[in-house]
C-alpha cells in the first residue's frame, strides 16, 4: 500500500460532463502530481503542487484544472469531457522540493470512461 | 528537459532465466535519482529499485539490480531468476537535483514465458 488515496475508482460519464477526482497523498509528503494514462501507453505528465501551490505544469489541456487544499488533498476537475479524456489518472505524491531521494509513491488510478 | 529512453518496447524472458530493460537518459545535472517502476496488469505502479547518481556501487533489492553506468548515462534493470508474476510494463524514470520534476520513459513490456 503506498499510502496514496484517490477516488472514485472507477467513474463512468458521457461526452460534455464534468468530473472531479480527488487524492489523499501519503502522510507527510507535500507535493502532489497528477499523470494520466492512456490504454497502452506511458504516462503523461499533467501538473504538480507543493504544499498547496502550482509548481509545475505539463501536457495539461485548458478543459482540465487541479488545485491543492490546505489539507493537502488534491482534486483534478476535467470539463466538456470528450471520447479522448478516457484514460486512467494517477495521483501521486512525494515528499517535496529538495528532497530528491525521495521516489512518487502512486495511487491505484482512477478509471474514466467517457461515453 | 530531461528526457528518459526505453528503446525496447517489448522484451520476452523465459521463466527462470535473467532479462535486462535498458534505459538512458540525458542531462547536464550532476546530481539526481533514477528509479525503476513496474506496472503489472493490474495497472498499479509499484516502485521497484532506485539508485543515488553520487553512489558508485548498483543497487540491488532481491532478484532486481541495476547497472549504473553515469558517464554513459544508463541505467539498466536486470532481473534474476525471472517469475510469471515480473510480466509488466516496466518505467524508467529520472528525478532531476531541483526535485521538482519526475522524467518517464516510454516504457518496456515484459513477457514471461512459462
Known amino acids: 500500500d503506498s499510502g496514496v488515496t484517490q477516488t472514485p475508482k472507477h467513474l463512468i460519464t458521457a461526452t460534455g460532463q464534468r468530473v472531479t477526482l480527488r487524492c489523499s497523498p501519503r502522510s507527510g509528503d507535500l507535493s502532489v502530481y497528477w499523470y494520466q494514462q492512456s490504454l497502452d501507453q506511458g504516462l503523461q505528465f499533467l501538473i504538480q503542487y507543493y504544499n498547496g501551490e502550482e509548481r509545475a505544469k505539463g501536457n495539461i ?25 478516457s484514460a486512467l489518472y494517477f495521483c501521486a505524491s512525494s515528499v517535496g522540493v529538495g528532497k530528491y531521494n525521495s521516489p512518487l509513491h502512486f495511487g491505484n488510478g482512477t478509471r474514466l470512461t467517457v461515453t | 528537459a530531461q ?19 535498458s534505459c538512458t ?40 539490480s541495476v547497472n549504473f553506468q553515469k558517464a554513459a548515462k544508463s ?40
Not at chain 1, 485548458?62 to 479524456?85: C, K, M, T, V, Y
Not at chain 2, 518496447?9 to 527462470?16: F, G, K, Y
Not at chain 2, 525471472?82 to 513477457?111: E, I, K
Request: hydrophobic share 30%; net charge negative; glycine share 4%.
Open chain 1, 61 to 85: 489541456l485548458e478543459r482540465f484544472s487541479a488545485q491543492q487544499f490546505p489539507d493537502l488533498h488534491s482534486e483534478l476537475n476535467l470539463s466538456s469531457l470528450e471520447l479522448g479524456d
Open chain 2, 3 to 21: 528526457t528518459v529512453t526505453q528503446s525496447q518496447p517489448e522484451m520476452s524472458v523465459q521463466e527462470a532465466e535473467t532479462v535486462t530493460l
Open chain 2, 25 to 64: 537518459y540525458d542531462t547536464s545535472e550532476s546530481d539526481y535519482y533514477l528509479f525503476w517502476y513496474k506496472q503489472p496488469p493490474s495497472r498499479q505502479m509499484i516502485l521497484v529499485i532506485r539508485q543515488e547518481a553520487y553512489k558508485q556501487q548498483n543497487a540491488t533489492e532481491n532478484r532486481f
Open chain 2, 75 to 114: 541505467f539498466s534493470l536486470k532481473i534474476s531468476d525471472s517469475q510469471l508474476g515480473d510480466a509488466a510494463m516496466y518505467f524508467c524514470a529520472y528525478r532531476s537535483q531541483s526535485g521538482n520534476q519526475f522524467y518517464f520513459g516510454t516504457g518496456t513490456s515484459l513477457t514471461v514465458i512459462p
